[in-house]
């Protein structure tokens, strides 16, 4: 029996997948747990027509993600932070605090989507990957400066 799968069936196969199954575990399992629908012409049409509509969106959606990547890729941040002997930082530069400087700048990413291997722990520069979409990705440059320390007034007694 040919059916169309409505959901990720586990060994079987993913969401519109057209398979060919056994009528007892269509009859059984799939249709009455609406995991599936009988593969008539009728369906393979409204199948066939969904897909187009899902890729046209994508389409859309990939060249929107795009153009955003390029005014991502095109900014340059500078993070500062407090720095002690040696230069070495005090804590680190994480991608929560990229992402918080990226929307300072008036872009919102997910932290999440910032490819960061490990936490910046030195001066200096760094190119960062954040992965938009599984098929974009843009790099931003960090640079990582010495914060400057604001001068104190002597208070005299």
């Known amino acids: 029996m040919?059916?169309?799968?409505?959901?990720?069936?586990e060994g079987v196969g993913h969401l519109g997948d057209l398979l060919e199954v056994s009528a007892g575990f269509a009859r059984n399992y799939l249709?009455?747990?609406?995991?599936?629908?009988?593969a008539n012409p009728r369906s393979v049409k409204a199948l066939e027509h969904t897909k187009r509509v899902m890729a046209e969106k994508a389409k859309k959606e990939k060249l929107e993600i795009e153009a955003f990547a390029k005014k991502v890729s095109a900014v340059s941040l500078?993070?500062?932070a407090q720095v002690g002997k040696d230069d070495k930082l005090f804590g680190s530069v994480t991608s929560k605090?990229?992402?918080?400087?990226?929307?300072?700048?008036?872009?919102?990413?997910?932290?999440?989507?910032i490819q960061l291997a490990q936490p910046i722990k030195e001066l200096?520069?760094?190119?960062?990957a954040v992965k938009l979409h599984r098929d974009v990705t843009a790099t931003i440059s960090v640079h990582v400066v010495k914060k400057q320390e604001?001068?104190?007034?002597?208070?005299e007694v």
């Not at 249709?31 to 009988?38: F, G, H, I, S, V």
């Not at 604001?150 to 208070?155: E, H, L, R, T, Y």
């Open 124 to 128: 200096g520069t760094v190119a960062v």
């Open 150 to 155: 604001a001068p104190q007034d002597s208070v």
């Open 31 to 38: 249709l009455p747990r609406k995991k599936a629908l009988e």
């Open 97 to 113: 605090d990229i992402a918080e400087a990226l929307a300072e700048q008036g872009f919102t990413v997910d932290r999440r989507k």
């Open 2 to 9: 040919k059916v169309i799968l409505q959901e990720n069936v």
């Open 78 to 80: 500078t993070l500062p």
